[in-house]
């Protein structure tokens, strides 16, 4: 059965830190992986990841795949209360080949 | 202008009632999905067409049916609707099959 999962399940830190959240998969047919924020209601496309070892980066958010040990990890430095969401990652693959298959996702808390 | 939009936001019924969620999207995309968000945040794939022909019809009761009038258009129904229902469910959208996704705002059904 197709599995992504994601650590740690919660984060508190404070504004400024910097935070790694981690996402490991096992997924046949691979075709790419991504990120996604929710906030209190849709969740919002972050990164598409589909090469090894390439960094993806926006602003102070940045993300890379890891193809041989299937896993993926996305930082946000200098965090800001904004950044308080639920963080998703998300396999796209399967039997299907084309269905995203969901982690639980890390709820990251900024406290000022 | 909302990209995908779902109708009602939140829906309150009575368990055996039959409702229907409605889901719209103004993106030209020809692939539309179908997720349930249980109360753990879980995010699970239910049903997915492509050109309104269904490609994904996971493992959901058939007390719910997706029907696609067209390409932009993706309403799910329930018939007799059941405690463990409940949830938050949410409508998105590809380009084509696979990809990003982009995601409504959820419908928080609530079956008493």
């Known amino acids: 059965e197709d599995k992504v999962v994601q650590s740690p399940l919660s984060l508190v830190v404070h504004e400024g830190d910097t935070v790694t959240l981690n996402c490991s998969y096992e997924?046949?047919?691979?075709?790419?992986l991504l990120w996604y924020k929710q906030e209190k209601k849709a969740p919002t496309f972050l990164f598409m990841l589909?090469?090894?070892?390439i960094e993806k980066k926006s602003g102070r958010l940045s993300s890379i795949l890891d193809k041989k040990e299937l896993f993926s990890i996305l930082n946000i430095t200098a965090t800001q209360t904004g950044d308080s969401a639920v963080y998703l990652c998300?396999?796209?693959?399967?039997?299907?080949?084309?269905?995203?298959?969901f982690g639980k996702g890390t709820k990251l808390s900024v406290i000022p | 202008d909302t990209a995908v939009s779902q109708t009602p936001k939140y829906l309150v019924t009575q368990m055996g009632n039959d409702k229907s969620i409605k889901c719209e999207q103004n993106?030209?995309?020809?692939?539309m999905y179908w997720y349930k968000q249980d109360s753990k945040k879980f995010l699970k794939i239910m049903f997915s067409y492509n050109n309104k022909e269904l490609i994904i019809n996971e493992t959901v009761p058939n007390r719910f049916s997706p029907k696609s009038p067209d390409k932009a258009h993706l309403n799910l129904h329930i018939n007799s609707l059941e405690l463990g229902d409940s949830a938050v469910y949410f409508c998105?959208?590809?380009?084509?099959?696979?990809?990003?996704?982009?995601f409504g705002a959820g419908t928080r059904l609530s079956v008493l």
């Open positions: 997924v046949t047919n691979f075709r790419s």
């Open positions: 993106l030209g995309h020809d692939t």
């Open positions: 589909t090469s090894s070892g």
């Open positions: 998105a959208s590809s380009q084509f099959r696979g990809g990003i996704q982009y």
């Open positions: 998300a396999v796209e693959g399967g039997a299907g080949s084309y269905q995203l298959t």
